[in-house]
Antibody
Framework: EVQLVESGGGLVQPGRSLRLSCAAS????????MHWVRQAPGKGLEWVST????????GYADSVRGRFTISRDNAKSSLYLQMNSLRAEDTALYYC??????????????WGQGTLVTVSS | EVVMTQSPGTLSVSPGERATLSCRAS??????LAWYQQIPGQAPRLLIY???TRATGIPARFRGIGSGTDFTLTISSLQSEDFAVYYC?????????FGPGTKVDIK
């Protein structure tokens, strides 16, 4: 059974940093692209970032480019999101998602339960 | 950026009736489109990928069609568990983008 467990969320002041992690199990992690998607309270889904299976194709939403960095450690079956210069508008539930295929052009076929990031002074 | 629009914003349907949801892309995305269902308080669930392929375990009453810029999700006979918000997402162009969602509620 595929399991994705996010961690690292919490309350952080504007301008500070946070690193999210996603521990994956139940599938061959290094065969699939991985994704981060967020959802602000009461709002819709917003794609944040995607990393291909070999980390050779990475993309970011315009709203986070230059501030967030996605990475993966295939040996640890883990996905990360380094978030710098956080803003109030980054407040959201952050979901980790498994790609349907290895390439970055991929739908998300499994989702974690999310980790909440709150940016506030 | 490919802008995804969905209509209607809210669809009120009686159980057993058909629901038709629309998704439009601002430029051609081929068939690189997915549909997701989100029940309040839960993570999204993949329903359809590649515009028309049902994901594992998704009932046959969910049907996706379309290519290019116009896509449709049809739920042939709504069950109680189908009342939710439905999102489309394109994964053809960077940045990937979601539509704003269609809420399907009970009439």
């Amino acid at each position: 059974e595929v399991q994705l467990v996010e961690s690292g969320g919490g309350l952080v002041q504007p301008g500070r940093s946070l690193r999210l992690s996603c521990a994956a199990s139940g599938f061959t992690f290094d065969d699939y692209a991985m994704h981060w998607v967020r959802q602000a309270p009461g709002k819709g889904l917003e794609w944040v970032s995607t990393i291909s299976w070999k980390s050779d194709n990475i993309g970011y939403a315009d709203s986070v480019r230059g501030r967030f960095t996605i990475s993966r450690d295939n040996a640890k079956s883990s996905l990360y999101l380094q978030m710098n210069s956080l803003r109030a508008e980054d407040t959201a539930l952050y979901y980790c998602g498994k790609g349907k295929v290895g390439s970055s052009s991929s739908s998300i076929d499994h989702w974690g339960q999310g980790t909440l990031v709150t940016v506030s002074s | 950026e490919v802008v995804m629009t969905q209509s209607p914003g809210t669809l009120s349907v009686s159980p057993g009736e058909r629901a038709t949801l629309s998704c439009r892309a601002s430029q051609s995305i081929g068939t690189n489109l997915a549909w997701y269902q989100q029940i309040p308080g839960q993570a999204p669930r993949l329903l359809i990928y590649a515009a028309s392929t049902r994901a594992t375990g998704i009932p046959a009453r969910f049907r996706g069609i379309g290519s290019g810029t116009d896509f449709t999700l049809t739920i042939s006979s709504l069950q109680s568990e189908d009342f939710a918000v439905y999102y489309c997402q394109q994964y053809n162009n960077w940045p990937r983008t979601f539509g704003p969602g269609t809420k399907v509620d009970i009439k």
